[in-house]
């Protein structure tokens, strides 16, 4: 019983932490969260005009469509992050659910084993 519960709290209960850990890098990577971080504002899918050599009107027509997609990249980019974050939350209050469980498990196991003693022998 005492191998049990060392192997229980202490080696399995680490891989699972492990586990959640990489799934959190996982979820990180999946919605590329540090490249939306670091381009959070650069032009959307690289379209970008040129506007060197241009008349000065086809210069802020060519300025206001690069801020244009500046702006449409950090929309989208801005609801990945928010995404994520969202994703991330659900997931972590699962994770805690579920380390509470893993955590009270043996001790309701031997409360179930205890009652049950306790029935059969009237104690």
Avoid at 66 to 80: C, D, H, I, P, Y
Avoid at 98 to 114: C, N, S
Wanted: include cysteine; glycine fraction near 4%; hydrophobic fraction near 60%.
């Amino acid at each position: 019983m005492v191998l049990f519960l060392k192997w229980w709290y202490g080696e399995e209960f680490s891989n699972i932490l492990k586990y959640f850990e990489t799934f959190f890098e996982y979820l990180f990577d999946l919605f590329s969260v540090r490249i939306c971080l670091t381009t959070f504002f650069a032009v959307w899918r690289r379209d970008k005009i040129n506007y060197k050599g241009l008349p000065l009107q086809e210069i802020l027509q060519a300025w206001s469509m690069n801020m244009a997609s500046r702006l449409v990249g950090a929309v989208v980019k801005f609801f990945t992050i928010l995404t994520y974050l969202i994703v991330t939350l659900l997931f972590l209050i699962l994770v805690i659910i579920f380390l509470i469980a893993w955590l009270a498990f043996p001790l309701l196991i031997i409360g179930l084993i205890y009652i049950g003693v306790k029935n059969i022998f009237g104690l």
